[in-house]
Every structure is written in structure tokens, then in C-alpha cells.
């Protein structure tokens, strides 16, 4: 029996200790636009404790814009290591000043050659910058399998005039989502929802992903730009996520069972080596008596 258990017990050690994560950290610094070009620097950090292969970073800009050296190939990035990137922009047409979104997508792979992707929000100022007067907040959802669900993004308009809103979404290869542009009109202090059907493509559970939303228009000869993010969950099952506490408590309760019998064979051990003493003890006893 306590071999049995001591079995178990090294068999579901591993399945505490050994869960390995990749996590990307990413960090945008550019520089204002004021002529045809200007340059944007990425700095990405593998934050968990598993290497990343085949790294490489794109920048995503609006089709008005040009970026050179993109994807940008960094191969391998191990844990906490981190990789600085360059990027020149330059204008391709004609367009208003203001602010425009930029979106970093990061892929990698693991060390089994699955493909994992992020994206993280930035923004280029083309000359003047510009604060946007639409704000969004997106619900955060759990996805299971290869079911679809609305992802609910609010649009809110502060300002006191109307504008025509341009919506995009971005999300990461491993995520599907039908129509994910769409144009919308705000009035003055209106607010309206604007469902998107999205599911898992090759998402793994577990994983959690960010969804990102640019909002963009054009007021008196301006551009704005604002970004809401949401977070998917991908989970196993059908409906809810494995509690983490389940794999701890059969852990903690296989151990105490396994000290227990360990206990209770040394008691049996010690009693045993006494009544073997004691055996002999009567024997020279008797022996004496005769």
C-alpha cells in the first residue's frame, strides 16, 4: 500500500510543478511625425519562465501609413529576456493631423511548435496631437471549445456635437471574429452597443488573450483616435473553468494518507521488535527455571 501511494503521489507531483507559461510584454516609444517619416521603437520581454521561438513583431498602422521592416524577425527569446526593435514609418497618402492607432502583434511559438500571438495598443501623433471625445468599454468574455459569442463593445460619445465613428477590431491569429469593421453615428451624449460574433480558431484552454478596439473620426479638418481592450478567457469544458483548488486538495489529501500509513508501519515495526524481545526474555526464564 505505501508503495502505491509513494506512486501517486510522484505521479501528480509533476502536474503541480511543472506548468510553464509564456507571457509577452510589450512596450511602444515613438516619435511625433512632423515630416515624411519617423521611427518607432519595441521593446518586447519574455515576463514568464519558458522560451518563445520564432519570435518576430509586426506594426499595424492605417493603410495611409508605410512600415519598413516589418515583421521584424527576432528567432529565439528566453525567459525575462528582452529585445529591442526598430521600425521607420512614413506617410503614404495624404491624410488630416491628429492621432492614429498602432498595434504591435508579437507571434512566437513554444517549445512544441505551437503558435501563440498578442497584440498591444499604441499611437502615432501625425503632427498635432488630438484627444478623442469617443470612449469604449468592452466586455470581457470565456470561450470554450469552438463556440461563438457576442463580444459587447459600448460606444460613447462625450462630445457635443456628432461624429461618425470607424470601428476596428484586432485580435490575435488564434482568435475568428466576423465583420470586424464597422462605422457607426454617435450623436451628441449618445451611447450605443455594438455586438461582434467571435470565437476560438486554434486558441488554447487555458490561454487568455487581448482584444483590442480602435475608434476613429474626423472633426474640422482633425483626426482622433481612442482604443478599448477586453480580455477572452479560453477555458476547458463546456462551461466553466477547472477549479485550481480540485488538483491542490487531492495533492495535499494523497500526502496526508501517504504520512499516515508511513506513521502507522514504523508503529507496527517498533511493536513487532518487542514482542520478538519479549519472546526470548520467557524463554531464558523458563530455561533458568529448570
Do not use: C
Not at 450605443?192 to 487555458?206: V, W, Y
Not at 473620426?217 to 478567457?233: E, G, M, P, Q, T
Request: proline share 4%; no cysteine.
Amino acid at each position: 500500500m505505501r508503495k502505491l501511494l509513494i506512486i501517486v503521489v510522484l505521479l501528480f507531483i509533476p502536474q503541480i510543478v511543472s506548468a510553464s507559461v509564456i507571457s509577452m510584454t510589450t512596450t511602444i516609444s515613438t516619435d511625433v511625425l512632423t515630416k515624411d517619416s519617423t521611427n518607432i521603437q519595441v521593446k518586447i520581454v519574455n515576463s514568464g519562465d519558458e522560451a518563445a521561438y520564432s519570435v518576430q513583431t509586426s506594426i499595424l498602422l492605417p493603410d495611409d501609413f508605410v512600415v519598413n521592416q516589418t515583421p521584424n524577425y527576432v528567432g529565439t527569446l528566453n525567459p525575462n529576456e528582452p529585445k529591442e526593435l526598430d521600425f521607420k514609418v512614413s506617410l503614404k497618402n495624404n491624410v488630416y493631423e491628429g492621432t492614429y492607432p498602432l498595434i504591435a502583434l508579437v507571434e512566437y511559438t513554444d517549445a512544441n511548435g505551437y503558435p501563440f500571438s498578442s497584440v498591444s495598443p499604441s499611437s502615432l501623433i501625425y503632427k498635432t496631437p488630438t484627444l478623442s471625445k469617443i470612449s469604449g468599454v468592452m466586455s470581457e468574455l470565456s470561450l470554450s471549445g469552438k463556440e461563438t459569442k457576442k463580444l459587447t463593445l459600448t460606444v460613447r460619445n462625450l462630445d457635443d456635437v456628432q461624429h461618425n465613428v470607424n470601428i476596428k477590431l484586432f485580435i490575435p491569429r488564434e482568435l475568428k471574429v466576423e465583420n470586424d469593421e464597422t462605422e457607426v453615428v454617435l450623436k451628441s451624449k449618445e451611447e450605443k452597443n455594438l455586438d461582434f460574433e467571435i470565437s476560438s480558431f486554434s486558441a488554447l484552454p487555458g490561454s487568455s488573450y487581448v482584444v483590442l478596439a480602435s475608434m476613429d473620426y474626423d472633426y474640422k479638418n482633425l483626426h482622433y483616435s481612442s482604443i478599448a481592450r477586453s480580455v477572452i478567457k479560453i477555458i476547458a469544458g463546456n462551461s466553466s473553468e477547472f477549479p485550481i483548488w480540485i488538483p491542490i486538495l487531492t495533492f495535499v489529501g494523497l500526502l496526508i494518507i501517504f504520512i499516515y500509513y508511513l506513521i502507522r508501519g514504523k508503529h507496527a515495526s517498533i511493536r513487532g521488535y518487542s514482542n520478538i524481545k519479549r519472546g526470548k526474555e520467557s524463554t531464558q526464564s523458563f530455561e533458568g527455571y529448570i
